[in-house]
């Protein structure tokens, strides 16, 4: 009888109580969903993540590599009592995030990856993670960290985060920041948000399956703009002048 | 005077642009070059508010001059707060009027993106009163929620009109490539949902994050030229037939009205009289709205509506795209962006690409007078410039 | 001390000015530096205010408190304001503190509290 090698590699999770979906309006006037995704939902989730690899800006490459790393280890039993969120809109991708529990008291924030932009769907779906912590898993505390200058501000600045910096976080080892119940309830009236129950239609709709991004942040264009205008998504300007005068010049 | 036309347009996008101060400014000059025609020009004309700052780097006007490969033509930056561009069109167009050069660029960039919004922050707060505004923590958002307020008290602006600038503004931009943002937005969801303050939280209260400009990095230039040298080139004779700048207090809170944008008033009169038209005669026109209460104020300044009636006119669409005076077609500072030195070049890009007829989906049909304004400091030095199309 | 904070009266026209500038707006007429100091008053009626959120770095606070004030003397100031709800046309009093601190220099205004 050989041993079962694979009985001792996999972790096993303590029971962690479910994320109930909600849902709100978002700046465009459509309805963003959040909820809970379980494993089977992942290779969905990997194949949205993996682009943004490429993406260099607002460190979308460090991120999505990271949450590459994790959801796959979630999904192949490598990583112990992780938990993923995401938000759709009309079915559509548009932000995961993760975390995990350390203790039953602590949480650890993970990621927050936002596949549309400029409609706080990150810092929605972020509150979303912390009232999962806070008040769904009752913890008293989440140890946070931020990678990009975004993130810091929103979480950091935002939630007027304390410092925690004794422990490093298992994001790189750095000096961790925390969210305790008491900042959490402060914030609460002006940042956490959202309507339960989800209306049926609305819920049927966000789980018949995860649809692409619809606008999701991309690597440039071009060659030349990679190297010389990272965040420039147009290309350059001048790439795409230049295909409008060559195109006019065509029809003269 | 001699009469002087706008033979060439260029423009980078409005957004974060990652590559050095210079070449933000070089890019829509190539353009603008090519676009008229040209090689060479007798004068270039660097607008920018913030490179010593936040850029570390001064003496611009040679570094965008060298760049371009244009030495040992003339060059300089001109720096007047976020009204630098149009100020530096002026000068150009100073240069051509008095007969001194016959054809000249003016190209107008800022980086702001280099630093955090924290820092850009404080580096636009730097064109107020420094012992009177700027050590007590005052925001260019600040000044304009503090005018919003009593705005709001005395001729009925709500929080709704204001969602009302946005909201049309970021529609237009949709369909402006070179826009920062391309986000349609709604008042749903701005203004009236659950959790519509959360998705619009306050950044000066009264005024919402929908209501301020995003902090852009960006380029535009036009070329300027003799009506001689326009004969050579043979593009549309666009005419900048009046320009009016007129400057007010440097603090906000010395003008005897405080709901007054006195200069807009006097710079926009100024043009007008200047081109021989009237406000009735415009068909087009980019206003500086940094935040949207300024889109409303400046149209009743500049003389488009009467005094506290420019809401009642937005709530008509008489300022949307298809109505009878399309504001902001190219989705103005709220939708296009707002890098500051280099707006009020963007302002005439916009309009010179709208008189020409070349605007696409965004189109003010028929368009052959355009008005723009650009607003510096919080209405303390105001340039208002008016454009025909000559046939 | 009480600490104060100056306008500036004209010479020939009596105007007074506040910020200070060199040469009199209304007249014209004084030479440069021809003011004479004069305290402001620190009573006053609040004309408009508002919070700002979005505040440059040093600053350690969430929101921020800045109004413009009538003062008794008909003269017009920027103030912060330590006051949790303010309304138009309220009565405020000012005092002299710190009001920004920008590397080791500590920059004195006005802060208005409710009369
Ligand atoms: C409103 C403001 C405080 C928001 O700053 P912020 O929360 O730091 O926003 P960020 O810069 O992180 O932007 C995040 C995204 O939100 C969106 N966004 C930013 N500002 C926006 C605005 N004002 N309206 C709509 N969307 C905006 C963009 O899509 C941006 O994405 P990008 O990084 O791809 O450009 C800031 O834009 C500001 O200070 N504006 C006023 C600038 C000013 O005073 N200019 C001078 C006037 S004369
Ligand atoms: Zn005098």
Redesign the pocket.
């Known amino acids: 009888m050989g041993v079962d090698l694979e009985q001792i590699l996999r972790p096993i999770d303590s029971p962690l109580a479910p994320y109930p979906p909600k849902f709100m309006t978002v700046a465009s006037g459509e309805t963003l969903v959040i909820r809970q995704v379980d494993r089977d939902e992942i290779p969905t989730l990997l194949l949205h993540v993996e682009p943004l690899l490429h993406v260099e800006r607002d460190f979308y490459d460090v991120v999505a590599a990271r949450v590459y790393a994790e959801l796959l280890a979630h999904y192949r039993y490598r990583m112990q009592d992780e938990y993923v969120l995401v938000g759709q809109i009309g079915g559509h991708l548009a932000a995961i995030v993760n975390g995990r529990t350390v203790s039953p008291r602590q949480g650890m924030s993970l990621h927050t990856l936002a596949l549309r932009?400029?409609l706080r769907i990150g810092a929605h779906c972020f509150a979303a993670k912390m009232e999962y912590h806070i008040d769904i898993l009752g913890q008293d505390e989440v140890l946070i960290v931020a990678e990009s200058p975004?993130g810091f501000?929103r979480w950091m600045i935002e939630y007027q985060l304390e410092k925690r910096f004794e422990t490093p976080h298992e994001l790189g080892g750095v000096p961790s920041y925390c969210l305790t119940r008491a900042l959490f309830d402060r914030a609460r009236s002006s940042l956490v948000v959202g309507r339960r129950p989800v209306p049926p239609e609305l819920l049927a709709q966000a789980q018949a399956g995860i649809l692409p991004p619809t606008d999701p942040p991309r690597p440039p264009a071009d060659l030349l703009a990679a190297t010389r205008a990272m965040y420039d998504s147009t290309g350059t300007a001048l790439l795409l002048q230049r295909g409008r005068q060559e195109l006019e010049a065509g029809h003269a | 005077m001699r009469e002087v036309y706008v033979a060439g347009i260029g423009i980078t996008s409005f957004?974060?642009l990652e590559y050095p101060l210079a070449e933000i400014a070089a890019y829509p000059a190539m353009l603008a070059l090519r676009d008229a025609g040209l090689k060479a020009v007798d004068q270039v004309y660097v607008a920018n508010m913030g490179s010593a700052r936040i850029n570390n780097q001064t003496a611009l006007g040679s570094a965008v001059v060298d760049t371009l490969g244009l030495t040992p033509t003339g060059a300089e930056r001109i720096e007047n707060g976020?009204a630098s561009g149009a100020s530096a069109v002026k000068q150009g167009f100073l240069g051509v009027a008095a007969g001194m050069y016959e054809a000249v660029l003016v190209t107008g960039c800022e980086r702001m993106r280099e630093v955090n919004?924290l820092e850009?922050?404080d580096f636009?707060a730097t064109m107020t009163h420094p012992l009177a505004e700027y050590i007590y923590g005052v925001?260019?958002?600040a000044h304009a929620a503090m005018f919003t307020r009593l705005y709001m008290e005395r001729y009925g602006v709500t929080a709704r009109h204001l969602a009302m600038v946005a909201v049309k503004n970021h529609a237009n931009a949709m369909l402006n490539p070179f826009a920062?943002?391309h986000?349609p937005i709604t008042v749903e969801g701005i203004l009236d949902s659950p959790e519509a303050f959360t998705n619009n939280p306050y950044?000066a209260e009264p005024l919402r994050?929908?209501d301020?400009?995003?902090?852009s990095d960006g380029g535009a230039a036009v070329i300027l030229a003799s009506r001689e040298k326009m004969a050579e080139l043979g593009k549309p004779l666009i005419r900048l037939a009046g320009i009016g700048q007129a400057t007010d207090t440097l603090a906000v809170f010395e003008r005897p009205d405080p709901t007054d944008l006195l200069a807009v008033r006097r710079s926009a009169a100024s043009a007008f009289a200047m081109a021989g038209l009237t406000p009735g005669d415009v068909h087009v026109a980019e206003l500086h709205d940094?935040f949207t209460i300024l889109e409303i104020v400046e149209s009743e300044e500049a003389g488009f509506f009467p005094k506290g009636e420019g809401h009642l006119a937005l709530e008509k669409g008489a300022t949307a795209l298809g109505g009878p005076l399309p504001i902001n077609p190219s989705g103005g500072l709220k939708g296009k962006g707002?890098p500051?030195g280099a707006t009020g070049v963007g302002q005439v890009h916009e309009i010179v690409t709208q008189l020409r007829g070349d605007a696409g989906e965004r189109q003010v049909a028929g368009a052959k007078v355009g008005f723009t304004c650009n607003f510096g400091g919080f209405g303390n030095n105001v340039i208002s410039m008016v454009f025909v199309r000559e046939e | 001390m009480e600490r104060q904070i100056h306008a500036y009266a004209c010479r020939r026209c009596g105007a007074l000015h506040y910020p200070f500038r060199m040469v009199c707006r209304e007249c014209g007429e004084n030479g440069p530096h021809e003011f004479d100091p004069v305290p402001l008053p620190k009573e006053g009626t609040l004309l408009t205010f508002t919070f700002v959120h979005?505040l440059p770095a040093e600053y350690e606070v969430a929101r921020l408190g800045l109004g413009v004030v009538e003062l008794s003397n008909g003269l017009r100031m920027l103030g912060q304001l330590d006051i949790a709800d303010p309304k138009l046309g309220m009565k405020v009093v000012g005092e002299v503190e710190v009001v920004r601190r920008e590397a080791y220099a500590r920059r004195y205004g006005m802060v208005f509290r409710a009369a």
């Not at chain 2, 301020?212 to 902090?215: F, G, K």
């Open positions: 932009r400029g975004i501000r | 957004s974060r976020p919004n850009a922050t636009v925001t260019l958002p920062h943002l986000q950044v994050f929908f301020c400009c995003p902090v940094a707002h500051v | 979005n």
